[in-house]
């Protein structure tokens, strides 16, 4: 340890607000370990993310749109990096613990399977009868027992903070009055619809699935538009498209800044457990709320059902599910790791959570070389 030097806990007891979740107060892990001497328990929880393969493997998954359309577009990897980007100046800014809200960030979609939401819908349809599948719970799954860096347990040892906080986004816990997640948690909620809005807005008009025009007609970004011309005065194609995704993120979040505000000062909390009985406090106005719904509608719509993306969807479904089959009539076919497995879980069970950490590329091989 470097002379002088600050420990995590003095940071934290310097610039956290009392609402924020200290390290020093962490219930721990799963399996004991001792304190790193300058990392904190949450920047560990972050390190050991970043370092596991579940998230180099988000660099080729899909987000919205398939590497068959492009290369401008986000992947499962820059959007999570977007959403960590926007929770962090969220967190920051309300004193909780960077950390804790990183570390959640970057693990919140490490669960996502190959190509996206349509992915996620074959395999819970492949499920249907044994509990089906889901992105938060498989995330569960790979940093419980999947991911294997240490010698002596299974998965990454997060800190009971950062399970929690992601068994709440699997819904193994209701949010309710009097049961809440932690205000970091509540962070990256938010940050990461902030983002998907902003960055599918760019890339469905950078696709042309949408014009800027169409967009107009939405109060939100008519608002953005608005901040636009006085900003930067008239500007067309590119930049007005850029510039109304910046300030769809910008005026979002100092919406939701502001809101928070208010909401943590209303509450009064004078500890990260308080937090827990509620009520949930990082928020939207109501009007910025409703007009994000409306957005949402839209892009719904116009995006997420845009036929160029529902080909795409149908045909990556068919070759998941023809995987599927594949692998659970001749589980012999399935690597090592996932035949011990077997012994664990059912045959099903194995073979989703084989074919949910593939990457898309990955994933088309297979089908390709079996199927
Ligand atoms: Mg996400």
Request: aromatic residues 8%; proline residues 4%.
């Amino acid at each position: 340890m470097v002379a002088h030097a600050f420990t995590r806990d003095d940071i934290e007891a310097a610039y956290l607000a009392p609402y924020a979740m200290r390290s020093a107060d962490s219930a721990g892990r799963q399996h004991p370990e001792t304190e790193h001497p300058y990392r904190g328990a949450f920047q560990r929880d972050r390190d050991r993310v970043v370092h596991s393969a579940a998230f180099r493997r988000l660099s080729g998954k899909t987000q919205v749109f398939t590497g068959g359309m492009g290369d401008y577009h986000r992947t499962r990897l820059t959007h999570t990096m977007e959403v960590a980007s926007v929770a962090r100046t969220i967190g920051r800014t309300l004193r909780l613990n960077e950390d804790l809200v990183e570390a959640l960030a970057l693990l919140h979609d490490i669960g996502h399977p190959p190509f996206g939401h349509a992915g996620e819908d074959a395999l819970n349809e492949c499920l249907v009868d044994d509990g089906g599948f889901s992105h938060n719970q498989f995330a569960l799954t790979l940093v419980l027992d999947l991911e294997r860096p240490y010698p002596h347990y299974r998965g990454l040892n997060l800190t009971r903070e950062v399970l929690m906080s992601q068994e709440f986004r699997a819904a193994k816990h209701r949010v309710h009055a009097g049961d809440c997640p932690l205000l970091e948690a509540q962070v990256v909620d938010a940050a990461d619809s902030m983002a998907y809005d902003a960055h599918d807005v760019d890339d469905a008009v950078k696709l042309g699935l949408l014009t800027v025009e169409e967009l107009l007609e939405l109060p939100l970004v008519a608002e953005c538009h608005r901040r636009v011309i006085d900003r930067f005065g008239s500007l067309q194609g590119k930049m007005l498209r850029r510039t109304l995704v910046h300030e769809l993120i910008d005026l979002q979040v100092s919406d939701l800044l502001k809101q928070s505000t208010a909401a943590l000062e209303a509450a009064g909390f004078s500890s990260a457990t308080d937090t827990l009985r509620g009520p949930l406090c990082i928020c939207s106005s109501a009007d910025i709320g409703h007009q994000k719904r409306e957005l949402e509608r839209f892009l719904f719509q116009k995006v997420y059902r845009h036929p160029a993306v529902i080909a795409g969807r149908s045909e990556a479904q068919r070759k998941l599910r023809d995987l599927f089959n594949l692998y659970c009539n001749d589980p012999a076919r399935l690597p090592e790791k996932f035949q011990q497995r077997l012994e664990e879980v059912s045959v099903r069970r194995a073979v989703a959570d084989y074919l949910g950490g593939m990457t898309d590329h990955f994933c088309l091989r297979q089908f390709e070389q079996l199927a």
